[in-house]
């Protein structure tokens, strides 16, 4: 899996004194960005044939608060026709906690098209050898 260091803002934190359940998504985008960035290309976002997320969901275990040292560790338990599987954690790095687990699906797309396309083999590779690293 991948680590990748995220900062907690003092505007993430809520009145309750812990990280707001809605700002764990940024930090997944984050994580994902990352990943896919050395999967592919500091621009692959650019490109006519990319992913996109098309499912998320989230287990919420521990409560994050503002002084936590936290990352996000992000890998592809998966890899369809179309489509990638991918796990994420956000693990407190002091204690090594999982505070907040994620399942996603991000599927193959053309901008051009606007529809869904297969998983290149390339990408294929490039996740296997990165899995690998």
Do not use: C
Request: net charge negative.
């Amino acid at each position: 899996m991948l680590t990748t260091p995220v900062q907690i803002r003092f505007s993430d934190v809520d009145s309750f004194g812990h990280v707001n359940n809605s700002v764990y998504w940024s930090y997944f985008d984050v994580g994902r960005m990352d990943y896919l960035h050395r999967l592919f290309s500091d621009d692959f976002e650019l490109h006519d044939e990319t992913v996109i997320l098309v499912h998320a969901e989230a287990d919420y275990k521990v409560q994050t608060r503002l002084k936590d040292a936290i990352s996000v560790r992000t890998g592809v338990v998966g890899v369809g026709e179309r489509s990638v599987k991918m796990r994420q954690e956000i693990v407190n790095t002091n204690t090594g906690a999982v505070h907040v687990s994620s399942y996603s699906v991000l599927s193959g797309f053309s901008k051009v098209t606007q529809k869904s396309i297969p998983i290149k083999p390339e990408w294929k590779n490039s996740i296997e050898q990165l899995e690998r690293a």
